[in-house]
């Protein structure tokens, strides 16, 4: 304790944590006084906290959920969880890797529908084949009724859910932010970030969730979603039309990216053809052309952090313009027409709006090929 490196100051992964989830709530909220509000805040926080800072956690405080309504999730072997509170969040340091995964025998019924539920889940995108099959393994069935409360905010993380089917309203500091109607999933955060729940989430309707352990989460899912977020998150973070979805909905927009790269004077898009998505810039330069008279006609170029491919996507017409990679090779985050409605809805606004200036736009380059055809 008396070297010198105990000395510095450094801040630590919780309070960063508690500050950023006090942040979110307060910009949700827009409380008049931040001050009568941080009290109110940390003092709830305080109430709903299920065990104390540091202290090792034993059985009886990972009771979940499926405990209450006598649904007992399988004892797992080498179950070494602390404090979530304690442990400093670095999945590379993490060793839930060992230890048994839980199987949950399944109809060929059951299964089926689970394969259904999960077939939209983004976090499992980048799974391998394996892995897929021990996830779907690892899931249990839990009903829910109306009223119920699958998830209280400030609470320990337990499980992850996906949603069969039911209406589900989530809430921040008992203010409505969210709803899930018969499809997504909740509950990761906690779990991915080694967290108190971030908020309440309570069956609306009668309903089906698909659910999963911490440990098996954290073993499988863990380290994939946790290097996909911390990939995208700088890119996401740059693009300013992005700015307009709150820093979950950007996660869920990581989650959803598949990176695609192309050498100088590939066609990325082809003008005329069927839109299946968009895409942003994360590595290197493209050149946006337009044809003219049996030519193609340099209309922009667009680096790092810029856009293409949307208004397609918005306008539901066929691409306006063909785009090629320039200058070496380029990498792209492309995220694909589903996901693009799915996720993209709160930037609509701005998404019209960088529209309307191709379309003034368009009107001076008319004028510019005009010219050129005079000379
Ligand atoms: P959890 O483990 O923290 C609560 O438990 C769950 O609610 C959380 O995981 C998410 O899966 C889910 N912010 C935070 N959590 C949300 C949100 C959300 N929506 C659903 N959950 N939003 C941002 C609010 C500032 C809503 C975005 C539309
Ligand atoms: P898309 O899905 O139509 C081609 O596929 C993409 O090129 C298009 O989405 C835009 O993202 C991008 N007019 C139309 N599309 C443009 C333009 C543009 N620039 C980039 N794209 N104009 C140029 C503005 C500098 C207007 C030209 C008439």
Redesign the pocket.
């Known amino acids: 304790m008396s070297s010198d490196s105990s000395r510095r100051i450094q801040v630590p992964e919780e309070l960063k944590e508690v500050l950023l989830q006090f942040s979110i709530a307060y910009l949700v909220e827009q409380p008049p006084d931040v001050i009568d509000y941080a009290a109110d805040y940390f003092n709830k926080l305080q109430a709903n906290r299920p065990a104390p800072v540091n202290q090792d956690h034993s059985q009886d405080d990972q009771q979940s959920l499926n405990s209450q309504d006598g649904e007992e999730p399988p004892v797992m072997q080498n179950s070494r969880r602390k404090s979530v509170f304690a442990e400093a969040y670095d999945p590379e340091a993490d060793d839930d890797d060992e230890g048994a995964t839980a199987i949950f025998p399944k109809t060929d019924e059951q299964r089926s529908r689970l394969v259904e539920s999960v077939k939209n889940v983004l976090l499992f995108r980048s799974l391998e084949k394996e892995q897929m099959n021990q996830v779907l393994d690892a899931m249990f069935e839990r009903k829910v009724q109306p009223g119920d409360y699958i998830i209280r905010q400030g609470d320990d993380g337990d499980n992850f859910y996906v949603i069969e089917s039911g209406i589900y309203k989530v809430y921040i500091n008992d203010k409505h932010i969210n709803t899930y109607n018969h499809t997504g999933l909740f509950g990761e955060l906690a779990l991915l970030y080694n967290m108190p729940r971030a908020a309440t989430v309570q069956a609306e309707t009668n309903g089906l969730l698909w659910a999963m352990d911490r440990q098996t989460f954290r073993r499988i899912l863990l380290k994939s979603a946790f290097k996909k977020r911390k990939m995208y998150e700088e890119l996401l973070n740059n693009v300013p039309m992005l700015k307009a979805l709150q820093n979950y909905e950007r996660m869920n927009l990581a989650d959803a990216l598949i990176t695609k790269s192309f050498e100088s004077g590939e066609r990325i ?1 082809k003008q005329g053809d069927a ?1 299946d998505g968009m895409y942003f810039i994360e590595e290197g330069t493209v050149s ?1 052309r ?1 044809d003219q008279d049996d030519a193609e006609v340099e ?2 170029q667009l680096g790092k952090g810029q856009y ?6 918005v306008t539901h017409r066929p ?3 063909s ?1 090629y990679a320039t200058g070496g090779h380029v990498r792209l985050a492309s995220l694909d027409v589903v996901c693009f409605e799915r996720l993209m809805g709160n930037c609509n606004r701005l998404l019209q709006r960088g529209i309307s200036d ?1 379309r003034y ?2 009107e001076d ?1 008319r004028d510019y090929f005009d010219n050129l055809q005079l000379n």
Do not use: D, H, N, P
């Not at 293409?308 to 996507?313: D, Q, R, T, V």
């Open positions: 898009i839109a946006v337009m209309i922009s293409f491919g949307e208004l397609a996507l691409r306006a313009a785009v191709y736009l368009e380059l």
